[in-house]
């Protein structure tokens, strides 16, 4: 019997309006509701770098099938203002409806509901519109008044009461339109990038988070400081990234697991930090969510120029960990296992991610909870002379920590003989240097036993692949997927996972490389073991990949 | 302070850079030697990690007044609970003789040949505006006085601050002045701001009158670690709890 193949059940949905006006927490309302119905979820947020004013649009994508990424396609558009309806009105599909507020908006066509005569009408405040609006888009799209209730109920925090009476009306004021079906799934959670990365990193012991606000890792610092009683952990922020690093460090020379986050600009400030965490062999793991760049860039769009630059952070000779999530999913696990193996290693660790998947909405498979957990180190036995810098064949020092009866614990920054005391001698230089080398050999050959390392996905037999990484991972995976290409995705960039990659390469003629950069950043890694691609695909206007453009391009190939 | 009760594996020095930061090779306690301007943030997150750590800071003018003084600044107005010693000796003298924040006018160094055109500031003013719950100055010449305020520094309970002013024989030696003019200030309330400043503004680093020390100001108030550390409990982090918020 021939296999159909299934259509997915989809639903794009697009919500703008000015900043200030609410539409993201109306769209993430809307995704809850669609969740709530059994649909796999990602949103793709777009706003300006400011706070009132100018244009903010969330893309809601529900599906019957996981997803990574949004659809410029729009089944529904939801305006709250008239710059939604003209920026947008091209996205929308053949079949699609306009829902708009008819209080400021006058639009032939679509379905115009008075939201805020509505929310006045019941003596609500003006935010309140926004639930007449994702009311009346509900009845539209056919979705029963139950499940809007229950997410309203467990949404709204203030006013609960007010909001469903607005809620009802709105509801009662248009006709259905469509009939969107529920899907036989259970509803996951619903998380950003950032908000998994930092309940990964707790999963594996994070006890102290430092962070200088800064677009788009601030949302960590915000839920770490929003969670530290139920994670038990701190959240502190200081006064700027160079303090933030060096307090990272010595919370971390002190025994707790730590972790700090940033962007480009605020990583340059760090970067003294990645060498004195070297040097020093204290762990600690550093988020760079990227943004564009360079400078202060487009500080609230996404990118992936900082590559080569976290690749080698830090002045001297040193190896780092550098891996890139494509999702909420690898968010959790790299974060939890990045500070795993920083504290193994003592060593600095990047997780390099970027605004599209920090403050991208995603589905999560709680599952993954079980696979991070507070790993193992290497610990002094307490016995005999203490020593910070033991010279042992790993390279890996037993850490003991100031506090601790019996050892005095010397770290620093100079070179330094096995106490941690500071040596100008030829010999306690390169005993140390190559202690050291030893220590990179082991973190090289853990990658390279990590069938994690790197991601091989799609037509496996392809002669035809194409290699991504980090938040292109959605859009490339479906596109290639389709297409019947090969799609190999190194994860841990650093060290390089080489054999896997040369492994994945067996039999492809044809190499693709797709990335969010200008100069081709992830290229210049692969030409270093040898790799050359073929072709490239590479976007910079600073909007992330969709499935759809993709395809159009890599037809060609 | 082993002496008086401390525990040695309690004991933490943490240094920067500079002729003053030898000292963490020196002596055999928990040291840690960071970056040039950059030793305060490491002591705040090592007391943040470990309260039961006392904490002592030894950095330099160039240190703590050019390369780190937003850090200084920030650990007093968080209160954090570290001693932080001042070795001031007013140039960048491990890198031969530049002038530095407090250095007075008109230094001849080898980055300022004809003399440095700039004014010098007042560290103390600074940190009375930082806030600041624990501000004293002692000279390394006058031992018995500098240890007592030492050891009261470590019994506060907050950002405590030591100025040592330390003649430097290499790159300025100022030691005759000091030994003219220095000279131990009484000071009946300390928990006086007024009185404080008064004292504070006796000698502003460039004229050649009198140079008060002792304890200059102290009050009393929560530190930074105590209080963020309030949120820690013996309880098992419960990522679950967190989770039900996101359905």
Redesign the interface.
Same mark, same amino acid.
């Given at each position: 019997m021939k296999k159909t193949k299934t259509v997915p059940k989809e639903y794009s949905i697009l919500i703008g309006g000015a900043a200030g006006q609410g539409s993201r927490m109306a769209g993430l309302v809307i995704a809850?509701i669609f969740?709530r119905m059994g649909y796999n979820i990602f949103i793709h947020e777009d706003y300006q770098s400011l706070i009132k004013g100018g244009h903010n649009f969330s893309q809601i994508r529900a599906s019957s099938k996981k997803i990574l990424s949004h659809k410029d396609e729009a089944d529904f558009i939801l305006a709250l203002n008239e710059d939604t309806i003209k920026k947008h009105k091209e996205k929308l599909s053949k079949n699609g409806t306009i829902v708009f507020n008819q209080d400021k908006i006058s639009f032939e066509g679509g379905v115009g509901v008075k939201i805020e005569t509505i929310a006045k009408e019941s003596g609500g405040l003006s935010i309140m519109s926004n639930t007449a609006l994702i009311a009346a888009f509900a009845k539209i799209a056919g979705i029963d008044w139950r499940t809007l209730e229950d997410v309203l109920k467990k949404e709204i925090t203030k006013g609960v009461e007010k909001n469903l009476e607005i809620a009802k009306k709105a509801y009662a004021s248009v006709e259905s339109l469509a009939k969107i079906e529920k899907i036989k799934n259970k509803?996951? %959670? +619903?998380?950003t990038g950032n908000?998994a990365t930092a +309940?990964g990193a707790?999963?594996a012991g994070l006890? =102290?988070y430092?962070a200088y606000p800064m677009t788009p890792a601030t949302g960590i610092l915000h839920y770490l400081a929003g *969670?530290?009683?139920?994670? *038990?952990?701190?959240a502190?922020q200081?006064? =700027?990234e160079?303090?933030?690093i *060096?307090? @990272?460090?010595?919370?971390?020379?002190?025994?707790?697991r730590?972790m700090v986050g940033t962007s480009g600009g605020g990583f340059a400030l760090m970067t003294?930090?990645v060498s +004195?965490a070297a040097m020093?062999e204290t762990p600690i793991l550093i988020v760079n969510s990227q943004r564009s760049g360079p400078a202060t860039g487009v500080p609230t769009y996404g990118g992936q120029s900082d590559l080569l630059f976290s690749l080698s952070s830090g002045h001297g000779d040193l190896l780092r960990f550098v891996a890139a999530p494509g999702d909420a999913e690898e968010s959790f696990y790299w974060a939890g296992k990045l500070l795993n193996m920083a504290w193994k290693y003592q060593s600095p660790a990047i997780l390099l991610t970027d605004k599209d998947v920090s403050e991208s909405t995603f589905s999560?498979d709680?599952k993954i +909870?079980n696979k991070v957990k507070k790993e193992k180190f290497s610990e002094w036995s307490g016995k005999g002379e203490y020593k910070r810098y033991l010279n042992k064949a790993n390279g890996i020092s037993p850490m003991a920590? %100031?506090?601790?009866? @019996?050892?005095?614990?010397?770290?620093?920054?100079?070179e330094h003989d096995e106490y941690?005391?500071?040596t100008e001698e030829t010999a306690d230089i390169v005993k140390m240097q190559e202690k050291r080398l030893r220590k990179f050999e082991a973190m090289q050959n853990e990658i390279d036993k990590m069938k994690e390392a790197i991601e091989i996905s799609g037509n496996l037999k392809s002669k035809k692949a194409v290699i991504c990484w980090g938040s292109a991972k959605g859009a490339v995976k479906e596109a290639a997927e389709d297409l019947g290409f090969k799609v190999i995705r190194p994860i841990v960039i650093q060290p390089f996972p080489e054999r896997q990659i040369y492994e994945a390469l067996k039999g492809v003629s044809k190499i693709i490389s797709i990335e969010l950069n200008s100069t081709g950043q992830m290229e210049y890694v692969l030409n270093g073991c040898g790799i050359e691609a073929d072709q490239r695909i590479l976007k910079y206007d600073m909007r992330p990949f969709t499935a759809e453009e993709l395809k159009i391009q890599l037809k060609k190939a | 302070m082993i002496a008086s009760g401390t525990a040695k594996e309690n004991i933490a020095v943490v240094t920067d850079i500079g002729c003053n930061s030898k000292i963490a090779d020196y002596l055999n306690v928990n040291s840690f030697y960071g970056l040039h301007g950059r030793s305060i943030p490491v002591a705040e997150g090592m007391k943040l990690a470990n309260p039961k750590l006392q904490i002592f800071v030894f950095l330099g003018d160039g240190a703590a007044l050019d390369e780190g003084i937003s850090h200084l600044i920030h650990s007093a107005k968080r209160n954090s609970d570290i001693n932080v010693i001042l070795l001031n000796n007013r140039v960048f003298a491990l890198t031969t003789g530049q002038f530095t924040a407090v250095s007075p006018k008109g230094l001849k160094g080898k980055s300022t040949p004809e003399g440095s055109i700039e004014d010098p500031i007042n560290p103390l003013e600074i940190l009375m505006a930082s806030n600041a719950s624990f501000i004293s100055r002692g000279y390394a010449l006058k031992v018995q006085h500098l240890k007592k305020l030492i050891v009261e520094s470590a019994k506060h309970k907050g950002f405590s601050f030591v100025e040592v002013l330390q003649p430097c024989v290499s790159f300025l030696n100022n030691m005759q002045f000091y030994n003219e003019k220095a000279y131990e200030a009484v000071n009946d309330d300390p928990s006086s701001k007024e009185k404080a400043l008064k004292l504070i503004k006796e000698w502003d680093y460039d004229s050649e009158e009198k140079v008060p020390l002792g304890l200059f100001y102290k009050i009393q108030k929560p530190s930074y670690e105590e209080l963020m550390n309030k949120v820690k409990t013996e309880k098992e982090t419960d990522i679950l709890e967190c989770l039900q918020k996101h359905s």
């Open positions: 809850k969740n509803p996951k %959670p +619903l998380l908000e +309940l707790a999963k006890e =102290n430092f *969670n530290a009683r139920e994670l *038990n952990m701190a502190s200081l006064e =700027n160079i303090s933030v *060096n307090a @990272g460090i010595g919370s971390a020379f002190a025994g707790k730590t003294e930090g +004195l020093s999560f709680e +909870l920590f %100031p506090g601790q009866p @019996g050892a005095i614990v010397k770290g620093t920054s100079y941690g005391i500071s | -």
